[in-house]
């Protein structure tokens, strides 16, 4: 019979897509370019055009079994040593391919590392604000996801509460820095004290408590600051990524899980990844894609569209009076909302043709996120739109 | 701490991969030329020009962020609906691009169509001989695999032992025609059978029988004959496809499940799928690929030398004094051994530079399975190799 479990999940809404739903209905009213539709954190950004000339090369000249013909079920070796290798220049990390497993994009990358570490009867923690995906990812797993309550004042890690939550059931800590919906860039100190606290509960648990670093936003941050990398801080790190924001490839579905080479039994979790994948039906990014990207491993997009839309979008909230935190990176930004209800507050906004996405499936309430990859244009054009809601629908804030 | 069940798994050889390995190091020593390497089922005929052109194409005329952006979760609407024109056409069907969900490839097909139907506690049975992945595929699932011994007379369904086998606790039987490794295909005598079988026993038990049909061979039929489409024969059936074999685009990860329009809750099984997706982090296939393999939908590569190959080995062994059935399809064969161990006598064979793949894994014992899917030329040359194996290891034969 057709299995009750995911049947009934047909009945929940996702806000995002609902939101985003009604861009397109009002786009179709009065022309798109006329929504502010801050809802989807789809990349505005052209693709290098090296890697697009790097395909079609390899199409015209390239044998076409080799280049379409079954890659290893842990991908491509090539691919796998220049990710590699691309890390450890960046990041002073002492990878090889045997610690990188090509993945799906990030939500094949997150499948794997979560099923790594973590089982029915296990709980995973993670910090709020989060990406609501978090739920089905984790909780279809048998494991359980928790969500610590958020440090509004800094969006940094709440530690109070987390020390409390965690306990010998935990068996993974799931962090997303740059953040998805805040923008905050975990800083160093927040990464080492986090490091410092699961290194003493696994010692007190007596089994190791993995950290999962969900990371698809490392390369876009503001003020030409570096965000700090995960792994560095904790060994036993498992890095999830995905090209889908640094090279605007989301539709290509291609990203990796870096396993840090000091991580318990290291040299076995790939091969462990492989056997997931047997399970799961996971294939590893096509042959095409990974040979495309793996020729241009070190560049991005050109991502300075999205400091300038922060900058303008900032300054303007900041201006009207919201309470916000400046985003250190992504492309998201989550100011306070003007009343304790951010879902009255947000269909408000409607009415301005401002598309803005409420907090409360981030796991925080009277909260907003606007995901500013739009066009400059458009940020500027918004402002306006920003201020008569502000204006007319809170005039004694 | 890391999970048991996949860490045991690492334990476990694959005898194919085995067989790869050593045709592979032999290749090294004595040139893989004159290495008579049946082992691997990899499609050794050019991906088909229309292919290659159209993808360069969209790589030069599309925006990138058009062209390599998110797709929906269900798969680009184009593709959906191509493929389902593609079917009504070849075989009469009535699908709509809603019953059409596009997958990472044939595992990606089965582990969503497995996924919907039977849960912890379900049997799914299958029928000998049967690729070996269906193993992990079905019982990392929490169902549990049933395999239904051979009809090793004709390859086609041993009914007796089925309709013994079959209990309250099936919640899907899955079958694979033109089957690897047998390279027979399903008589619609035994198609109707099958569906007659599983109509009575599902309306006994008061519940669906879903029939999961595997089909990545499809297209690769001898003898000018056409193999009988199975959804026609049984309504609740999810066929699940790839292009792997048909456009020779293995790495490319492209396949779809297509839900017969008659099943129980047709339209809600792609949304299911799109659930299940969330759960085991499987993202559609590739925008690029989709694309590039929406306009080619009626194409295949030129499969001639599939068969060529399959006469040749056919008339062979059978002069040799082989007993075999005659394959319908595929690049496989599947000949009895001339001793009772099938991995003595592929071992055997080895000295003689011939990489047969013995049956064990495939669920029955005393054959073994050549997968043709090499240059014709190599065949020829490997006659010899198989008849001077055959007269010195099996003189009395």
């Not at 030409?224 to 989301?250: D, G, I, M, Q, W």
């Not at 066009?375 to 005039?395: G, H, I, N, Q, W």
């Given at each position: 019979?057709?299995?009750q479990?995911?049947?009934?999940?047909l009945q929940a809404?996702?806000?995002?897509?609902?939101?985003?739903?009604?861009?397109?209905?009002?786009g179709q009213?009065i022309?798109?370019e006329?929504?502010?539709?801050?809802?989807?954190?789809?990349?505005?950004?052209p693709?290098?055009?090296a890697?697009?000339e790097?395909?079609?090369?390899?199409?015209?000249?390239?044998e076409?079994?080799q280049?379409h013909?079954y890659?290893?079920?842990?991908?491509l070796?090539?691919?796998?040593?220049?990710?590699?290798?691309?890390?450890?220049?960046?990041?002073?990390?002492n990878y090889?391919?045997?610690?990188i497993f090509p993945t799906?994009?990030?939500?094949?990358a997150?499948?794997?590392?979560i099923?790594?570490?973590?089982?029915a009867?296990?709980?995973i923690?993670?910090?709020?604000?989060f990406?609501?995906?978090?739920n089905?990812?984790?909780?279809?797993?048998?494991?359980?996801?928790?969500?610590?309550p958020a440090?509004?004042?800094t969006f940094?890690?709440n530690f109070e509460e987390f020390?409390?939550?965690?306990?010998?059931k935990?068996?993974a800590v799931?962090?997303?820095?740059p953040n998805?919906?805040?923008?905050?860039?975990?800083s160093?100190e927040?990464?080492?004290?986090?490091?410092d606290?699961?290194?003493?509960r696994a010692?007190?648990?007596g089994?190791?408590?993995?950290l999962?670093s969900?990371?698809?936003?490392?390369?876009?941050?503001?003020d030409r600051?570096?965000a700090?990398?995960?792994?560095?801080?904790y060994?036993n790190?498992l890095?999830?990524?995905?090209?889908?924001?640094?090279?605007?490839l989301p539709?290509?579905?291609i990203g990796?899980v870096?396993?840090?080479?000091e991580?318990t039994d290291?040299?076995l979790l790939?091969p462990?990844?492989?056997q997931?994948?047997?399970g799961i039906?996971?294939?590893?990014?096509?042959?095409?894609?990974?040979?495309g990207?793996?020729?241009?491993v070190?560049?991005?997009s050109?991502?300075s569209?999205?400091?300038?839309?922060?900058?303008l979008l900032?300054?303007k909230l900041?201006?009207?009076?919201?309470?916000?935190?400046?985003?250190?990176?992504t492309?998201?930004?989550?100011?306070?909302?003007l009343?304790?209800?951010a879902?009255v507050f947000?269909?408000?906004?409607?009415?301005?043709?401002?598309?803005?996405?409420?907090s409360d499936?981030?796991g925080?309430?009277?909260y907003?996120?606007?995901?500013?990859?739009?066009?400059?244009?458009?940020?500027?054009?918004?402002l306006?739109?920003?201020?008569r809601f502000?204006?007319?629908e809170?005039p004694?804030?």
């Amino acid at each position: 019979m057709i299995v009750q479990t995911y049947k009934n999940m047909l009945q929940a809404k996702s806000v995002i897509r609902e939101c985003a739903e009604f861009a397109t209905r009002r786009g179709q009213e009065i022309g798109y370019e006329n929504v502010f539709d801050y809802s989807l954190g789809n990349p505005s950004v052209p693709v290098p055009d090296a890697f697009t000339e790097h395909t079609i090369r390899l199409l015209e000249t390239q044998e076409s079994n080799q280049l379409h013909g079954y890659s290893p079920s842990v991908g491509l070796p090539s691919f796998r040593t220049k990710v590699a290798e691309s890390l450890n220049r960046r990041f002073d990390m002492n990878y090889t391919a045997a610690h990188i497993f090509p993945t799906s994009g990030a939500a094949g990358a997150l499948a794997h590392a979560i099923r790594c570490v973590a089982e029915a009867g296990d709980e995973i923690l993670t910090f709020a604000p989060f990406f609501p995906e978090y739920n089905p990812y984790v909780n279809l797993t048998g494991a359980v996801l928790k969500v610590v309550p958020a440090d509004t004042e800094t969006f940094q890690i709440n530690f109070e509460e987390f020390e409390e939550m965690l306990n010998e059931k935990t068996a993974a800590v799931l962090i997303n820095t740059p953040n998805n919906p805040s923008g905050i860039v975990y800083s160093a100190e927040t990464l080492k004290r986090l490091a410092d606290i699961l290194t003493q509960r696994a010692a007190a648990y007596g089994h190791d408590i993995f950290l999962i670093s969900d990371e698809p936003y490392r390369e876009i941050i503001f003020d030409r600051a570096e965000a700090p990398y995960v792994s560095k801080f904790y060994k036993n790190t498992l890095s999830c990524y995905s090209y889908s924001k640094s090279l605007s490839l989301p539709g290509e579905r291609i990203g990796y899980v870096a396993v840090n080479p000091e991580c318990t039994d290291a040299e076995l979790l790939v091969p462990i990844m492989a056997q997931i994948s047997r399970g799961i039906g996971h294939n590893c990014p096509t042959s095409l894609i990974m040979r495309g990207v793996e020729d241009v491993v070190d560049l991005t997009s050109d991502m300075s569209v999205y400091e300038t839309n922060m900058n303008l979008l900032y300054d303007k909230l900041t201006e009207l009076g919201f309470t916000v935190v400046r985003p250190g990176g992504t492309f998201y930004i989550f100011p306070k909302a003007l009343e304790d209800d951010a879902k009255v507050f947000c269909k408000k906004a409607l009415k301005y043709d401002l598309v803005l996405v409420p907090s409360d499936s981030f796991g925080v309430s009277g909260y907003f996120r606007m995901a500013y990859c739009i066009d400059t244009e458009k940020v500027v054009r918004s402002l306006d739109a920003l201020e008569r809601f502000v204006e007319t629908e809170y005039p004694d804030r």
